[in-house]
Nanobody, 126 residues
Framework: QVQLVESGGGLVQAGGSLRLSCAAS????????MGWFRQAPGKEREFVAA????????YYADSVKGRFTISRDNAKNTVSLQMNSLKPEDTAVYYC???????????????????WGQGTQVTVSS
């Protein structure tokens, strides 16, 4: 069992930065690929970024490439999302997810992911 708790959300002006963190419980964190998803009001949840269990491979949605960076610290059971050059369209609830499969598949198979956090709100004002 893995429990995920996100933090770091808030209100920021366009062009600003935020760093989201996801703390995982359990001793098997390093066995999971980890990812971030987001859901804006009235829209479906969408993939943002994923990272392999080792941290050696990362994947991003086209909309955030070059602006967001996903990283993980297996010693601390955390995964982070550094968000730079934020835009109003980045406004959403951001969710952390864990998956025993390949990080490369997380974006296309959100229904198969094993664990989800409760989400943290990110609001970008124009």
């Amino acid at each position: 069992q893995v429990q995920l708790v996100e933090s770091g959300g808030g209100l920021v002006q366009a062009g600003g930065s935020l760093r989201l963190s996801c703390a995982a419980s359990g001793r098997t964190f390093s066995l999971y690929a980890m990812g971030w998803f987001r859901q804006a009001p009235g829209k479906e949840r969408e993939f943002v970024a994923a990272i392999s269990w080792s941290g050696g491979s990362t994947y991003y949605a086209d909309s955030v490439k070059g602006r967001f960076t996903i990283s993980r610290d297996n010693a601390k059971n955390t995964v982070s999302l550094q968000m730079n050059s934020l835009k109003p369209e980045d406004t959403a609830v951001y969710y952390c997810a864990a998956y025993r499969g390949s990080a490369q598949d997380m974006g296309s198979m959100p229904g198969n992911l094993d664990y989800w956090g409760q989400g943290t709100q990110v609001t970008v004002s124009s």
